[in-house]
Structures are given as structure tokens and as C-alpha cells.
């Protein structure tokens, strides 16, 4: 054993000395400029949960050499990475079917296996949904981040009655300068959600209202709620969505309704 050690030594050092003579003498400048190419976890994790914007290779800067903590594990990447917004729609939240009963003439409620209907095949993108318990719902699946209770109510059960605003006073938008006043949980950047954005938070599960209410507690569903799209047949009217239903509805600018603020996260 000690004899193969010492030959093996005997080889290897003048194989490392003549090495070391090579690279001595040989030009060790690197073509162009030195590219920093480096990420942490911390750099993915943060591009992913939607902590910076910024991308492209080694424009988040780290050092080359350098022990930089990441303080994320690799499973905390994979779900943040899991929960970035996705191309394909929402699932609806429906659980029932509906059928025609020929002995009573009328449609029932009916075990939804071998319906076909979307309460059996419940196909879409399950959603990603915290309560910040600071007034604000985050919704990753989205990229949105939601006023939790109407404009008016306050508290975690959202208590109260909602307020009601024009959306058109002939003078402002008191509906749109309600979002764009709002300082909400440090965030200064809501706004009124356009129709697509609104339209998100109908779940077809449910009706009167139909919402989440265990994320949207109290949710007032006999008025509609004002999104900022114009209607493109008629000045006069925008998009709203009535929570009663759960459907999208043409409002007079005239009239006074409900609000809830939106973000991106």
C-alpha cells in the first residue's frame, strides 16, 4: 500500500509541476469582458414570487467566489416557481350538475359522474390564493392582488355596508380616484380592476353571492360592482359584474355601485 502510494505520488507531482509551467506561461486573460453569470436561490426565488422583474442572464448581480446565503430552500423555489401565473384558464369552482327528470317534468340536481358537464371534469388551473390578513387577497395563479372587503366595510368579516360611487360625476372618475387614493397594507398602486380582472373572482360554486366568501367575506351581491372598461356600443354604459349571478352587466355612468380595488403583484 505504501509503496503504490509513493509511485503514485512520484507521477502525479512532476505531472502537476509541469502543469503549473504551463499555465504560468500561458496567457490567462479571459476574451472580453468578465460576464457575471451567477444566481442564488434567493435571485430564482425572488423572480419567480415576483420580488423583481429583472432578467436575463447575470443581470442579478452576485459575486463569482463568493458564499452568498440564500436563505430559501429548494422546495420553497419549486413552489414559487409552482405558483407563477399560468396560461390556461381557472377552474370554475362548479360541483353540480343539472339534468332533465321526465317523470316531474323539470331539472334536478344530479350526481355528476358520466354528466360531461364541468362539475365532473372541473378542468382549469387550480387557483393560488393567501389572505395577507392585512385587508389584502394575493392571488399568485393571477399575478393579482385583491382588496379584501368591499369599499365601506372594514374589519376581517368585512362588517358594515359598502359604499356606493359614480363613475361619472361630470366633473371626476369617483370611482376610478377611489382605487387611486387607496393606501391599503403599504401598497399605494390600486386601481379599479378592468372587466377580465373582475370577472376572476366569480365562482360558479355558489350564488348570492357568488364569491369565495372565505376570502371575501360579506361580498354585497343586489348591486353590481364597477370595473373600468367602457362599453364599446355606448359611452353612456360600462362593464360591471353582479355578484348575485355572477355575470357581467352593462351599467349607466350615472349610477352608483360598488367597488373593490385591485393591484399587481
Not at 414570487?49 to 429548494?74: C, E, Q, R
Not at 387557483?127 to 368591499?150: A, E, F, Y
Not at 372587466?195 to 371575501?216: A, M, Q, W
Request: proline share 6%; net charge negative.
Amino acid at each position: 500500500m505504501h509503496k503504490t502510494l509513493k509511485y503514485t505520488l512520484s507521477v502525479l507531482i512532476p505531472v502537476l509541476v509541469v502543469s503549473g509551467v504551463v499555465y504560468a506561461t500561458s496567457n490567462l486573460t479571459p476574451p472580453g469582458s468578465v460576464t457575471n453569470t451567477m444566481y442564488t436561490l434567493t435571485d430564482i426565488y425572488n423572480l419567480a414570487a415576483g420580488a423583481t422583474s429583472t432578467v436575463g442572464s447575470g443581470s442579478i448581480p452576485a459575486t463569482p467566489g463568493s458564499t452568498v446565503p440564500t436563505f430559501h430552500t429548494l422546495t420553497e423555489v419549486y413552489n414559487a416557481i409552482a405558483a407563477m401565473p399560468q396560461a390556461k384558464p381557472l377552474k370554475t369552482g362548479q360541483e353540480r350538475c343539472n339534468h332533465y327528470d321526465s317523470q316531474i317534468d323539470n331539472y334536478i340536481w344530479v350526481i355528476c359522474l358520466g354528466t360531461g358537464q364541468d362539475g365532473e371534469s372541473q378542468f382549469g388551473a387550480s387557483t393560488s390564493t393567501v389572505d395577507n390578513t392585512d385587508g389584502t387577497i394575493s392571488n399568485r395563479s393571477t399575478g393579482l392582488m385583491w382588496q379584501k372587503c368591499s369599499a365601506g366595510q372594514v374589519g376581517t368579516n368585512c362588517s358594515g355596508g359598502a359604499s356606493n360611487y359614480l363613475f361619472d360625476d361630470g366633473v371626476s372618475y369617483p370611482a376610478i380616484e377611489y382605487c387611486n387614493n387607496l393606501s391599503l397594507a403599504n401598497h399605494a398602486d390600486w386601481r379599479l380592476p378592468n372587466i377580465r380582472e373582475l370577472s376572476l373572482l366569480i365562482y360558479y360554486g355558489s350564488s348570492d353571492p357568488s364569491i369565495d366568501t372565505h376570502l371575501f367575506p360579506n361580498t354585497p351581491s343586489d348591486q353590481s360592482f364597477w370595473s373600468s372598461t367602457a362599453f364599446a356600443k355606448d359611452p353612456t354604459q360600462s362593464w360591471a359584474v353582479i355578484f348575485d349571478n355572477g355575470s357581467n352587466v352593462l351599467v349607466p355612468l350615472t349610477s352608483s355601485t360598488y367597488v373593490r380595488c385591485v393591484r399587481s403583484l
